[in-house]
DNA sequence: TCACACATGTAACACGTTACATGATTTG
DNA sequence: CAAATCATGTAACGTGTTACATGTGTGA
């Protein structure tokens, strides 16, 4: 039940509506915790009810209107009881890793696409968290961000994800080339 | 829907009970794929029903007796076809990443306490697969290996987990250094 | 005019987690 | 003598996935 803790997480960055959120999730959470749109819309309703966020709707012209959330003190107390538990192994469930072991008895030539594709893929994101670390940066150097910025927290997550992707990359090329070698 | 399949996958390994099926995914499939216990007996029957696995009772003295299961050529198909199919993108779920991101509204003592055990934790799995690998090698070198072995497949995967758990320890040391840098 | 973005939601089902239950044997 | 290992299972509950439904505005 860390869906609950990444919604609050979330709302961190300054209240959104579900839709928002998702794309939020979309962006960058989903490197540490992925969610549908529907896990988010469920999980938001019960929050609310729990008093952990509150919802106000905002009207709008020509779109629907919507109800933008923002966490309350019991939110934020709830999360900062969270961070101080124990914390679980990740878990990792990769489609592409099960094809992988079973390789020998598979259409490998699919697979090697799949390698491919997969390695485009990595690459796309590491471009992206590139980018979103220019942005938070600002120009600054690494060590001045650190101590000045209000909130450090998402760009270690930040720094994560980057790391694994380009793990990804490294991964996926070395595997192409040990396909190669067997061949 | 690919605990089906990391099961069949499992078993190109070798027949398995249930228990060892458990044991198997503690140590490897892990990595790619996790599941509990009760996970996996429910599936080996779904799996023995559908007819993609085979049991049959093995007697024990002074223990309880064991269902092994065996892949059927049915099993080997579905597994052939679900190869061919394109892949969907990782899903991670890691707890300890949902409370960094909200770091700076958390109790920082404990979460570089939860790094270093993290930071322990990989350093072990990584002693493990660094052993495992040697084990499968059996003295070969890789490129010899690759050429002759049976299967290669529980190999790539191998290498995966390997370069996962650098990946992690890299992070956990780089976090714990920021973390120092800012303070 | 077709697709995409915005915005939310229901319903059904599949999958994952946790707690509990049982009971013999081996290892420290 | 206690704890861990072997071996399986039920039940209840919580989470995650998929499909569908609705309707307006904007850009190619």
Redesign the pocket.
Known sequence: ????QAVLAALLEGEA????L??RFDVSVSNFW??????L??????LEQDGMIEGRVVE?????????FTLTTAGRDHLHAFTAQPS?PT?I?DDLLVKIQAFDSTDQDAIRKQLLIRLEQARQKLTLYDKLRDDLLAGQAEDTYLRTADRIGPYLTLIGGRMFEQQNIAWCTTVLELLDQRA
Chains 1, 2 share one sequence.
């Open positions: 039940m860390a869906l609950r509506s579900g839709y928002q998702a794309k992925s969610a549908t749109p529907q896990q819309y469920r999980e938001l309703d019960r709008q012209q020509g779109r629907p209107n919507k109800r933008v679980k878990a469930r």
